[in-house]
Structures are given as structure tokens and as C-alpha cells.
């Protein structure tokens, strides 16, 4: 599809190439977790912090599970409704 896209565009065929290997690589590194970014530190890939962790422990460390958090996630909020507690309020 997306070379298609660049082919009508007008685009050269190596400049096609590199289009795909740039999303390819934007998609790798987004959904492989040894490619992501750190976010302690927003520079450094998973792979290379793990690995610098097995220096420090003098042991190499292999990932063999995670878990992934979503911010705000397991945060339970109260549902209210706040037309019952200001009828509540004039009526009490």
C-alpha cells in the first residue's frame, strides 16, 4: 500500500526503499520490547539496560517474561452521580 502511494507520488524507486525500511524500523521499534526506549531515562533501548543490569550483577540476565502497565490503569474511581447528591444535599 505505502509503496504504491509513493509510486504514484512520483517518487524514485530507492527512494521507495528507504520509506519502507524507516516504518519497518518505526514499527519494530515500537512493538519489540528489546527495541523499546527506556522510560527511566527516555535514551536507552530495553536491550542495552538489561544487558548493562548483568554487568552489574556479574551474571547475564535473560528476559523471560513482563508485564505492561497503563498509566492510570488498576486506579479504580467512584462513580457518583452528582445529580442524586445535589437533589440529597437540597433535600437534607
Known amino acids: 500500500m505505502i509503496r504504491e502511494t509513493a509510486k504514484e507520488a512520483g517518487k524514485a524507486a530507492d ?5 519502507l525500511e524507516g516504518r519497518v ?5 515500537e512493538v519489540c520490547l528489546l ?8 535514551e536507552t533501548k530495553i536491550s542495552k539496560v538489561v ?5 552489574e550483577h556479574g551474571k547475564p540476565i535473560k528476559l523471560t517474561g513482563y ?5 492510570g490503569e488498576g ?6 452521580d452528582f445529580a442524586a447528591e445535589v437533589a440529597k444535599a437540597a433535600n437534607g
Open 15 to 19: 527512494i521507495i526503499e528507504k520509506m
Open 25 to 29: 524500523r518505526k514499527f519494530y521499534e
Open 35 to 42: 527495541e523499546q526506549t527506556f522510560v527511566m531515562d527516555g
Open 51 to 55: 544487558d548493562n543490569a548483568g554487568k
Open 67 to 71: 508485564l505492561r502497565f497503563q498509566l
Open 75 to 80: 486506579i479504580e474511581k467512584e462513580e457518583t
